[in-house]
């Protein structure tokens, strides 16, 4: 069965902070791992990641995989108090390439 | 353009009832599909629609859930006698054409379902 694991579970950081969150995964046929950003209901898409050691860039927000090792990181510079969400990693195979398997979070609340 | 939007937004009902929740997907996107959140959890996939077909409904808990998407577009999650187990938020996904690699599926706010 996949796994994905997410560390860390919460984090407070202050504003203009740098956060790296981590993401650690087993699965079958890996296919894609994906981040997510959710605020209140609707997780919002923020990189998808197929290749190691290319980093995917969007402003203050970064990420990149490793294949090998199994993991990804999503980095966030500068934080700012909208930054505060739960980031969620999902990864998908190849048997059901569209069914994200989701870990639990890492729970980011930057304060002023 | 328009998001993925789902309705209503908050459903209070009594255990053992009858719910519907619907789904109105991105225009355009041909794939859909149905994800569970409890508390403190990451979603969990239920079921992928692939036009009208349910293409995997290997997620979906027990014979008490189902879902239709008759004209491939709107689609409606059904649980019958709800318990209160069944109490957590349900989001609703869409992508382009769904199962390539660079599909992307895009999220609608939510049902969150309370089960008195």
């Known amino acids: 069965e996949d796994k994905v694991v997410q560390s860390p579970l919460s984090l407070v950081v202050h504003e203009g902070d740098t956060v790296t969150l981590n993401c650690s ?5 890996f296919r894609s791992l994906l981040w997510y950003k959710q605020e209140k209901k609707a997780p919002t898409f923020l990189f998808m990641l197929t290749s190691s050691g290319i980093e995917k860039k969007s402003g203050r927000l970064s990420s990149i995989l490793d294949k090998k090792e199994l993991f990804s990181i999503l980095n966030i510079t500068a934080t700012q108090t909208g930054d505060s969400a739960v980031y969620l990693c999902a990864v998908t195979n190849s048997n059901s390439g569209y069914a994200l398997n989701f870990g639990k979070g890492t729970s980011l609340l930057v304060t002023p | 353009g328009a998001g993925v939007s789902q309705t209503p937004s908050n459903k209070v009902t009594e255990k053992g009832k009858y719910v519907e929740l ?35 409904d290997s997620g979906l808990p027990n014979d008490r859930f189902f879902a239709v998407r008759p004209e491939g577009s709107v689609s409606t999650l059904k649980i019958q006698r709800t318990e209160r187990g069944d109490s957590a938020v349900y989001l609703c996904a869409s992508s382009f054409s769904g199962g390539s690699s660079t599909d992307t599926q895009y999220f609608g706010p939510g049902t969150r379902l309370t089960v008195l």
């Open chain 2, 22 to 56: 619907r789904c109105d997907p991105i225009s355009g996107h041909t794939a859909l599909y149905w994800y569970r959140q409890s508390l403190g959890q990451g979603p969990e996939f239920l079921i992928y629609f692939q036009g009208t077909g349910a293409a995997d």
């Open chain 1, 25 to 29: 995964y087993e699965v079958t046929n």
